[in-house]
């Protein structure tokens, strides 16, 4: 079946250290890719996304490539902020199901000043 | 204005009561969403509706009950509450099944 694997938290970095938060998924046929924030006290806000191989969505800072033969999907920023401390999940919509978004367990990132 | 907007944004309630979350989206979109998110953070779809119809219905306890009265409201009634219900619940919309807006969520505590 579908699904997303990623790495477990919490990571942990001071003010403008490099980020990289890993995404693998597994998935039949070419899956939409997608790194959603969650803010604590908040819902969960789409950060970018990728539609389909070698796309690379990015916002705010954040980027992340979507890598069709290794199957990832890592978000990475290259000076982390003290207000990107949040939980960050990674999720998939497959082709076959339009309306199904399926997210990994979340990493939960800390910045320190 | 509020994309996706849910209440109440807490709900305690006991053992055995039946409750309702409800949800309202102003954006438009033609298809809503429930989610659970437990205490590890763990996100999984519980239903979804496309113009009042519902599309997805995972494997949930049919204590629970969706219902989508137009394309901008989808609300979730709960019946005989049990401790393990307790979670936070997220409505969440989009278009054409791309990404989603995500409403603040609804803590619901069942003692």
């Known amino acids: 079946g579908n699904s997303v694997t990623q790495m477990e938290g919490p990571v942990t970095l001071s003010e403008e250290a490099f980020l990289t938060i890993n995404c693998t998924y597994t998935?039949?046929?070419?899956?939409?890719l997608f790194w959603y924030v969650q803010y604590p006290g908040e819902g969960l806000q789409l950060l970018l996304k990728?539609?389909?191989?070698?796309d690379k969505g990015s916002n705010k800072g954040f980027e992340a490539t979507y890598r069709k033969e290794t199957t990832s999907f890592h978000l990475e920023k290259g000076s982390v902020q003290v207000s990107d401390s949040a939980v960050y999940f990674c999720?998939?919509?497959?082709?076959?199901?339009?309306?199904?978004?399926?997210f990994g367990s979340g990493t939960r990132l800390l910045v320190r000043p | 204005d509020t994309a996706v907007s849910q209440t109440p944004k807490y709900l305690v309630t006991q053992m055995g009561n039946d409750k309702s979350i409800k949800c309202e989206q102003n954006?438009?979109?033609?298809?809503m969403y429930w989610y659970k998110q437990d205490s590890k953070k763990f996100l999984k779809i519980m239903f979804s509706?496309?113009?009042?119809?519902?599309?997805i219905n995972e494997t949930v306890p049919n204590r629970f009950s969706p219902k989508s009265p137009d394309k901008a409201h989808l609300n979730l009634h709960i019946n005989s509450l049990e401790l393990g219900d307790s979670a936070v619940y997220f409505c969440?919309?989009?278009?054409?099944?791309?990404?989603?807006?995500f409403g603040s969520g609804t803590r619901l505590t069942v003692v």
């Open positions: 969440a919309s989009s278009q054409d099944g791309q990404g989603g807006r």
């Open positions: 998935a039949t046929g070419y899956p939409s």
């Open positions: 990728a539609t389909k191989a070698d």
């Open positions: 999720a998939l919509k497959a082709s076959d199901s339009s309306y199904k978004l399926i």
């Open positions: 954006l438009g979109h033609d298809t």
């Open positions: 509706y496309n113009n009042k119809e519902l599309i």
